[in-house]
């Protein structure tokens, strides 16, 4: 078979555990494209009942080659059913079909799948091999790379879980086609967010062609997912496990995962979450003197712009700032009871500190919907 030829390809550097994240047009249906996968005769793709009836059969078919036996899954969608029992249908599928330690899964749809496969391959015999085939625009930007995988706790977002490294990531941008106006705008905060934090330069790009990303401009997504994985990857090959410079990654996801507990898993969309909980996490970096007034405004006129919330849910009529603490002291970069934010210090550069609760309060007061 001739080499495949991939428009773009994201290498992940981490020794034994590295892989290459291949971004394009048609990867989807292509056998090459799993290549990083070994043969092996059992398969189980986990995917969801939205995107199998697009999708599974196709998958199915392109690693027909590299498999005897190829199992589906369709888990229920939405972040509300990333729980223990959607976790154990995967163990229940991989029991009852006597998959062993060759088998291989993929994950086929986005977040809430790939965090849940990946979850289930770092458990499952003590770690089987795994492919992310993510479907949507904040899989293919976020999720997918960096072998975080998770379920969610009623407490907390994301809060059980493994740091398991996929064989490869395939970003099909053809997939992203299908996707509703609502999921593309979450997908676009996870773009955004790595403007503040690492490359103004990326902000500027982001800004000139928001409208053609919103309009699935394939030229503008092949770069905004090509740059995004690049500034992941170099990242995660420094911090792959978190202990430090990984967690500015988590820009707005403080806030943002305090607004999806509070609200319920599933009424805002993590992206929408995260584009509110940046604006958040900007106006607490002005009062902390990271940036300007001019800047907050700049990012949030942008997320605005990118069909995102840019104020913050009200998740306790009575006291709306003390729910929100209550439940960031859950958050994983919590030390001792003490909530630690990825805040802006200097356009471009983030850092992760503490600030006073009392300064938190006004914050949040401030830019949460009255």
Same mark, same amino acid.
């Given at each position: ?33 799993? *290549? ?17 009836? /697009? ?34 249908? !995967? ?45 949507? =625009? ?35 941008? *053809?997939?992203?086609?299908? =996707? ?17 934090? @690492? ?21 503008? /997504? ?111 970069? @919590? ?8 805040? !802006? ?26």
């Amino acid at each position: 078979m001739p080499e495949l030829s991939f428009s773009e390809r994201v290498h992940i550097p981490l020794g034994e555990r590295s892989y290459d994240i291949l971004i394009g047009s048609g990867l989807l249906d292509q056998p090459a494209a799993y *290549d990083a996968a070994r043969a092996g005769t059992q398969a189980l793709i986990v995917t969801n009942t939205t995107v199998a009836p /697009l999708y599974a059969e196709r998958l199915a078919r392109a690693l027909a080659p590299r498999h005897a036996h190829i199992a589906r899954l369709e888990l229920p969608d939405g972040e509300q059913y990333k729980t223990w029992a959607s976790l154990n249908l !995967i163990f229940d599928a991989l029991l009852g079909g006597g998959a062993d330690r060759k088998t291989t899964l993929y994950a086929l749809g986005g977040g809430v799948v790939g965090d849940m496969t990946g979850f289930a391959a770092a458990c499952y015999m003590r770690g089987v091999p795994f492919v992310q085939v993510p479907t949507t =625009l904040l899989a293919q930007v976020d999720s997918s790379v960096g072998g975080k995988t998770a379920i969610n706790h009623p407490l907390g977002k994301n809060m059980i879980g493994a740091f398991y490294q996929p064989l490869a990531v395939v970003c099909d941008l *053809d997939v992203l086609k299908t =996707l509703p106006p609502r999921e593309l705008s979450a997908g676009l905060a996870e773009v955004i967010k790595y403007g503040p934090i @690492a490359d103004m330069a990326f902000l500027d790009w982001i800004e000139a062609h928001i409208d053609a990303l919103r309009a699935c401009d394939p030229a503008a /997504l092949a770069h905004a997912v090509k740059r995004s994985c690049q500034i992941k990857a170099d990242v995660v090959g420094q911090d792959e496990r978190e202990s430090g410079l990984r967690a500015i990654l988590n820009f707005g996801h403080t806030f943002g995962h305090a607004i999806e507990a509070g609200m319920g898993y599933g009424a805002w969309l993590h992206g929408e979450a995260v584009g509110a909980g940046m604006v958040m996490a900007a106006e607490l970096s002005r009062e902390l003197g990271g940036v300007d007034a001019a800047f907050v405004e700049r990012l949030t006129h942008l997320i605005r712009r990118a069909g995102l919330p840019t104020r913050g849910a009200v998740i306790d009529a009575d006291d709306n700032a003390g729910r929100y603490l209550q439940l960031m002291r859950v958050d994983k970069k @919590a030390e001792g009871g003490e909530i630690r934010f990825v805040v !802006i210090d200097g356009p471009g550069r983030a850092v992760v500190r503490a600030a006073p609760d009392a300064l938190v309060r006004q914050v949040i007061d401030r830019c949460c919907a009255a």
